[in-house]
């Protein structure tokens, strides 16, 4: 975009345009995710308790809960506690929102749809989502109250001890690929659906479900919301948290809990190529059997198909987080700490030995065929 | 009157920045008496080194023909980064292991041989 | 005068990692200076992808900011408490370290801004700053002893040998070093119990039963 504009335009301010066009897109999308997923969470805790959810705002299905909650904590009052840091307490939200929300710079929606092509983008995502951890610690410690300061502790250890197992399991497909670059990951799951890097070998089969499980626990997301925890700490690191830094915290969590779910998506779950190679028939996108190229309008109508078909990926994630929140209990400190040390690292560990036994014994897949088509 | 940000960074921008994060951690380690602090000074210091070696490795900030330092530049950051992640841990170890003792992290404190 | 992007960028994240840096030395409330690290060593991480390193960029994200000073902060919170968050250092003191900081100062600021090849960039560095060399690769394949940024050069003979030392005895030296501080961290801040200790010294081995404080 910044060379198309370059024609024009004087190259730095190209640039800037470029990148203020970018980062208003992916601004937008962290945000209506937000508000969507916090309607939807409500339908589906509703639902899940045999309950009708909201129905009373906006028409049928309450579907402007989102924004009704939006202006409540809106026009709340901004309390800051006597004993808080006041500095601190007021720029830990935006820390943890910053950091969620650069995940997005990395990551593809589509075949060359990404803000920032990063030949590392795999290890840019892992890393950048790890610094949400800093405001929430920062948060908590800033509270000044006890409760918060739990939270906060619970949050860092569990958080560092996750990011372990969560980049082990990240690395194996990366193996698989011989690339860190999303986006040439994505394009090499082309094709019908045993292409996607999850049927690639039983490994990465179950790597997929440690993954999400320690996806699940990185975000801070039931039964691993140890850090909130409000049966035992009121309400963690957001106790003394309320109107609108509460709900940029909120906001960094939806945020987050959408990256995780689209880095799934992209590594193991064929990224924007759906189940049958649609856009292939359709002459959308390049067929690498007959060497079609698509016009550059039909591709980017194919690549438009991708985008909304990762976001259903990536919408379904989190929805299978949602689920696992309103049906399993939360675990204890003690037994998430075991469940990450004691079984998601060794299992982790035995998955990236076995795929690389597999990639050793079969070079080429048994069913998997890297071109695509 | 030249316009500073007209001008393509030379290696020489890098080195102030790095000279200054240096000298800002000598200060830190030596001025703070929480031990903690001292240890953020240290990571101050093992910074600005490190954006030396990443500078003196980078392709884009060298002068005419100079060589330069390429990839090993870029690899003695990595290593730096990796063994101040081991010292931190150490350090912190041997903080809270004093914290436990002597119930403070004043360095200064930390004279039991001298008397 | 138009004007480079790249040096636009590389000021302002200067500008944030030097004045954290001066932030992290003035300030006395240990919290606050875990923070303004943090934004140092990220505006530092800025500066390493400006200088095309991306990989070390995003390590730096990952282990410093993500991993370590996470841990620093969880050092900080087990530690500080009450007066030991406020530390402060005598006015004397102070103006030792001024003395000797300015100094030292000086003679880097000297070093980098005389040598005269350091000095003049010889290329314009505009263009090239949505095209940038990936590094991952090579790095990866030096970590394992094989050179293959060396294998560009004009000499295929045997000097290119010499070229060619990797990283893979340092790499393994580093594992077993890093294998031997976990061990060695975890025996040095086992939670000791014994009778005599303040009240704190007890429990810290495990976050989960602290005692916050006051």
Redesign the interface.
């Known amino acids: 975009m910044a060379d198309f504009l370059a024609i024009w335009l004087p190259s730095w301010l190209a640039l800037t345009l470029a990148a203020l066009v970018h980062v208003t897109l992916i601004l937008t999308l962290a945000l209506t995710a937000a508000a969507a997923f916090t309607w939807a969470e409500r339908k589906v805790a509703g639902r899940i308790q045999d309950r009708l959810g909201p129905t009373r705002v906006g028409g049928r299905f309450g579907w402007l809960q989102a924004v009704a909650d939006g202006l409540k904590l809106v026009s709340k009052e901004d309390i800051i506690p006597r004993n808080a840091d006041p500095l601190l307490f007021r720029t830990a939200p935006y820390v943890s929102f910053c950091a969620s929300f650069c995940v997005y710079l990395a990551l593809p929606f589509a075949n060359g749809w990404v803000a920032q092509p990063l030949d590392i983008a795999v290890f840019f995502v892992l890393a950048v989502a790890g610094l949400e951890v800093l405001g929430v610690i920062l948060g908590g410690y800033a509270s000044g109250s006890k409760w918060s300061l739990f939270g906060a502790m619970r949050e860092a250890a569990q958080v560092v001890s996750y990011e372990v197992p969560l980049a082990l399991c990240a690395v194996i497909p990366v193996m698989v690929a011989g690339t860190m670059d999303l986006v040439a990951i994505g394009n090499m799951q082309a094709g019908w659906a045993w292409n996607w890097l999850i049927f690639h070998n039983p490994f990465l089969f179950i790597t997929f479900f440690i993954y999400f499980t320690c996806a699940v626990a990185s975000v801070n997301r039931a039964p691993f919301d140890l850090p909130e925890a409000e049966s035992e700490l009121v309400a963690g690191f957001l106790t003394e948290y309320s109107g609108f830094r509460w709900s940029v915290f909120f906001m960094a969590e939806y945020a987050s809990m959408f990256a995780v779910s689209m880095l799934a998506a992209i590594l193991f779950l064929g990224g924007w190529n759906g189940p049958l190679p649609i856009t292939v028939w359709l002459g959308l996108a390049p067929n690498p059997a007959t060497g079609y190229e698509p016009h550059a309008l039909l591709a980017y109508f194919g690549n438009f198909l991708g985008m909304v078909n990762i976001l259903i990926k990536a919408t379904l994630g989190v929805l299978l987080m949602m689920w696992a929140r309103w049906t399993l209990p939360r675990l204890r400190i003690d037994q998430v700490m075991t469940m990450c040390l004691k079984y998601c690292i060794p299992l982790a560990a035995v998955m990236f030995v076995g795929t690389m036994i597999y990639l050793y014994a079969f070079p080429v897949g048994l069913i998997f065929r890297s071109g695509g088509g | 009157m030249i ?26 380690m ?8 001292v ?3 240290i ?2 210091v093992l ?1 600005g080194a ?2 030396n070696f ?2 003196f ?10 060589p330069s330092l ?2 090993d ?3 003695m ?3 730096v ?6 010292e ?3 350090a ?6 004093f ?3 002597h ?4 360095v200064d404190q930390a004279n039991e041989l001298k008397r | ?4 992007f ?3 960028l ?2 302002l994240l ?1 500008i944030l ?2 004045g954290f ?2 932030a ?2 003035l300030s006395n409330n ?1 919290v606050r ?2 923070f303004y ?1 943090v934004a ?2 990220g505006a ?1 991480a800025g ?2 992808f ?4 991306d ?2 960029g995003a ?2 994200l990952m ?2 900011v993500g ?3 996470v ?2 902060i ?3 919170m ?3 408490r009450g007066p ?1 968050a406020n ?3 005598s006015r004397a ?2 103006a030792m ?2 003395l ?2 300015a100094s ?2 000086a003679v ?2 000297y ?3 005389t ?1 005269g ?10 263009d ?1 700053s949505h095209v940038s ?1 990936p ?1 991952a690769t ?2 990866g394949l ?2 394992l002893g094989v ?1 293959a ?2 294998l560009n050069a004009e000499r295929t003979d045997a000097a290119l040998g010499k070229g060619m030392a990797g ?1 893979l005895l ?1 790499f393994e030296i ?1 594992s077993v ?2 294998v031997v ?2 061990i ?3 025996y ?2 086992r939670a ?1 119990r014994r009778a005599t ?2 009240p ?2 007890a429990t ?1 081995g495990d976050s989960n039963n602290l005692d916050p404080g006051d």
């Open positions: 316009n500073p940000v007209a001008e393509p960074v030379s290696l020489m921008h890098y080195l102030v920045v790095g000279a200054i994060l240096f000298v800002c951690g000598v200060v830190c030596t001025a703070k008496r929480n031990a903690i602090g240890l953020m000074g990571e101050l910074n490190n954006l990443v500078a490795g980078s392709p884009y900030l060298q002068s005419g023909g100079a390429g990839l530049g870029h690899l950051a990595l290593f980064i990796v063994l101040a992640a081991a931190a841990a150490m912190l170890a041997i903080a809270l292991s914290y436990n003792a119930a403070t992290v004043d | 005068m138009g004007i480079v790249h040096t636009v590389f000021y200067a990692a030097c840096a001066v992290v030395v240990i200076m875990a690290l140092c060593l530092v500066l390493f400006l200088a095309g390193a990989f070390v390590l730096q282990i410093y991993g370590t000073l841990l620093l969880f050092g900080v087990l530690t500080a030991l530390i402060q250092t003191q102070w370290v001024g000797i900081g030292l100062l880097l600021l070093a980098a801004t040598a090849k350091w000095t003049h960039s010889g290329q314009i560095v505009a090239r060399k590094t090579p790095i030096a970590l050179r940024d060396r990283y340092p580093v070093h890093l501080v976990l060695g961290a975890a040095l801040a000791r200790t303040p704190m010294a810290s």
